[in-house]
């Protein structure tokens, strides 16, 4: 996988299985690159709630 990351010049490795932190960085080292399981990729976005009335 380092191979086709570093042949394609890929900024991420995104991965089906979802990773411990521990994971993510010793993948991330492996690869000189960030690593995530596919669960970060897809969760959705919380939008920030707008400021109270008067401020």
Known sequence: MAEI???TGADAVVLL???TERQR???AECFGCPA???AVVLAPVRPVPPPP???
Do not use: D
């Open 5 to 7: 990351r570093e042949r």
């Open 17 to 19: 299985n979802p990773l």
């Open 25 to 27: 960085h010793a993948l």
């Open 36 to 38: 995530v399981g596919l």
């Open 53 to 55: 009335p008067g401020r």
